[in-house]
């Protein structure tokens, strides 16, 4: 990895400090895979070149108001290789790649305002505009792709707001309002692997970009010197959430992959999805160097499947807590601390991952479910 950077301070009329940072950096990663017993070792690689560039400016308006904007470059070229390898006869011959030789790139300009009202009240906001692209090759040797080539483009604008309120001592209040997007890169858009045995993900040129609504609301209060308690609560709206679902490759829902009949699947943009938990945390000095803190994460998640209903979410967690007994003095530290997660039950599974029963525990009727643990920890 190489950088550069740039900084520069000269209280002019467009900026008070900027700073110019230019990157590159190479990855190389490999997968190498053989079926017990089997004379075929497959190697699948690849390389990736990302370069990006960061320009940032500061300028400040008297000792209340706070002006960052600048601008982002970056792109990724990816190149991906297959070969079988015969360990018997040390033949090797062309394999398919994972993924197609492509390249990722993505522009922005962004705008952010912080504004200190009162010693009790500061104010912030933000805008950023985004245009990401995506070109690839497909090579239809190995699989009967519909299409050889893939070029896509959309842009979006997205923005904050929020505030720190402080209405009386060792008492803080906290909003924000923001929207934000993610774009399908290479691995969402042009990638081949098995997901699970029987099931094969496939490219889906038609991927858009999932596009995010958020608000949160955060209370933090200070008893005395002692005692610190805060709890905070978020909603997300996902629009055009990019899921796993049933595809289909030539008008088929199975073709032959590695050997093995299966079922075609890819990412694919589903109508809405939604998330929303709550946070708390605790934190109490004791007397004579001991003390205690504790957070607990309560978080829920829905998709809309394709027949209109609901299917719990497979990114969110169930709930989790931890919480630790800490004692120090001098050179000694202590702490005795504990991690506890939750149960998902079969009915709390999302729908595509009710049919693993080889990844999960079962349950007394047999079913696949995700068993609560804890642990407990002394250092």
């Keep these: 990895m190489n950088q550069v950077s740039i900084n520069l301070t000269s209280y002019e ?51 209340k108001n706070q002006l960052i904007y600048g601008l982002e470059y970056v792109f990724d070229d990816v190149n991906s290789t297959g070969e079988n390898v015969n360990i018997s006869t040390n033949e090797i011959e062309n394999g398919p790649s994972r ?7 993505s522009i922005a300009a962004y705008i952010t305002n912080q504004h200190k009202f009162s010693d009790n009240f500061n104010l912030q906001s933000g805008l950023r505009y ?48 923001s929207t934000a997007f993610r774009s399908p890169n290479i691995d969402d858009m042009g990638k081949v692997f098995d997901s699970e045995p029987g099931s094969v993900v496939v490219p889906n040129p038609d991927l858009k970009a999932e596009y995010a609504y958020s ?3 955060g ?105 630790s007994l800490n004692y120090q003095k001098n050179k000694f530290n202590f702490q005795l601390n504990t991690v506890y997660t939750g149960e998902k039950s079969f009915d709390q599974l999302p729908e595509e991952e009710k049919a693993k029963d080889y990844l999960y525990a079962m349950d007394a009727d047999g079913n696949p479910y995700s068993p609560s643990w804890y642990t407990l920890n002394f250092k």
């Design 219 to 323: 209370l933090a209060k200070m008893f005395g010197n002692h005692v610190k308690a805060d709890i905070s609560g978020y909603y997300t709206y996902l629009d055009q959430a990019m899921v796993r679902r049933a595809f289909t490759l030539n008008g088929e829902s199975q073709i032959m992959y590695d050997g093995e009949l299966s079922d075609v699947l890819a990412l694919q943009n589903a109508a809405k999805a939604t998330v929303y938990g709550i946070q708390a945390g605790l934190e109490v000095k004791l007397n004579n160097g001991f003390g205690i803190e504790s957070q607990v994460n309560y978080q829920k998640g829905e998709e809309e499947l394709d027949n209109g209903e609901t299917s719990p979410s497979r990114h969110a967690a169930p709930f989790f807590a931890n919480a």
């Design 130 to 177: 985004n245009i990401y692209r995506i070109n690839a090759q497909f090579d239809t040797t190995f699989y009967p792709f519909p299409f050889t080539e893939l070029h896509s483009s959309d842009g979006a604008l997205t923005g904050s707001i929020g505030f720190v309120y402080k209405p009386i001592q060792k008492f803080e209040l906290s909003f924000n309002v």
């Design 215 to 217: 608000l949160d609301l």
């Design 99 to 105: 993924y197609p030789i492509s390249n990722w790139s």
């Design 13 to 63: 009329k467009w900026f008070d400090q900027l700073s110019l940072k230019l990157a590159q950096q190479f990855f190389e990663e490999s997968r190498i895979s053989r079926n017990l017993n089997s004379s075929n070792r497959e190697i699948r690689k690849e390389k990736v070149n990302a370069w990006s560039g960061n320009l940032d400016f500061q300028k400040a308006f008297g000792e």
